[in-house]
């Protein structure tokens, strides 16, 4: 954290999940590192990110008091990403662990955790409409919540192709996800299966929202 320049306007790190032996903990562990460690950083690199990794980051306290908006989210990390996309501020990303979260410890909590995040994507896509910021907004949704469903297309043509074809494919997905490691593999399976269903979830919440609530 020493080697941070004065001169960036915000800076982060990495976020991991605390250690935990539950099945759960196995899932959100794999989900964290597709987060942090493949997705955020590939968007940041090609500069269309506006995410940060969880509550732990470094601002530029005069710069956010004076551009950050008026109102009440529950994206706040989101929204300083906005802030400083859309004001051009100086970052940096070190490839440290700066914090642990601990991980929802049931299906329920998860799904909740998921369902407020779909509230604050409704209200980061409301507040940004006509600032040329959307773009960058639905870029996020789309790399974290719909990118399974291209690789779902992907495995469908290799199925079609030839099933022992599908079959190496997701193995090679399921060896990526759990990092190589070879006490994730079997759930990086379950993973597969399991966490777009989660992210319909969210969708379908984004939905009610836009439907719902887009007059008031």
């Known amino acids: 954290i020493s080697?941070?320049?004065?001169?960036?306007?915000?800076?982060?790190?990495?976020?991991?999940?605390?250690?935990?032996?539950n099945f759960l903990y196995k899932l959100v562990k794999i989900d964290k590192f597709i987060s942090h460690i493949i997705i955020r950083p590939l968007l940041w690199k090609f500069n269309i990110c506006i995410s940060l990794p969880g509550q732990i980051?470094?601002?530029?306290?005069?710069?956010?008091?004076?551009?950050?908006?008026?109102?009440d989210t529950l994206f706040d990390d989101l929204t300083i990403g906005i802030v400083a996309k859309k004001n051009k501020y100086l970052s940096n990303y070190f490839k440290l662990y700066l914090g642990y979260e601990k991980p929802s410890t049931s299906f329920y909590l998860l799904l909740k955790q998921r369902l407020r995040w779909s509230k604050g994507f409704y209200q980061a896509?409301?507040?940004?409409?006509?600032?040329?910021?959307?773009?960058?907004?639905?870029?996020?949704?789309?790399?974290?919540?719909?990118?399974?469903?291209?690789?779902?297309?992907?495995?469908?043509?290799?199925?079609?192709?030839?099933?022992?074809?599908?079959?190496?494919s997701l193995i090679l997905l399921c060896l990526f996800l759990s990092n190589m490691k070879s006490y994730l593999f079997i759930y990086s399976i379950s993973y597969c299966f399991i966490f777009p269903i989660i992210h319909l979830v969210w969708f379908f919440s984004l939905l009610k929202y836009i439907i719902f609530k887009k007059n008031k």
């Open 3 to 21: 080697k941070i320049d004065k001169k960036v306007d915000l800076a982060w790190g990495l976020i991991d999940a605390l250690p935990g032996h």
């Open 57 to 71: 980051f470094f601002i530029n306290k005069s710069k956010f008091l004076r551009d950050l908006p008026i109102y």
């Open 125 to 168: 896509i409301i507040n940004n409409l006509h600032n040329g910021m959307l773009i960058y907004i639905l870029i996020h949704g789309f790399m974290y919540h719909f990118l399974w469903a291209p690789l779902l297309i992907l495995f469908i043509i290799f199925f079609k192709i030839s099933s022992i074809v599908a079959l190496f």
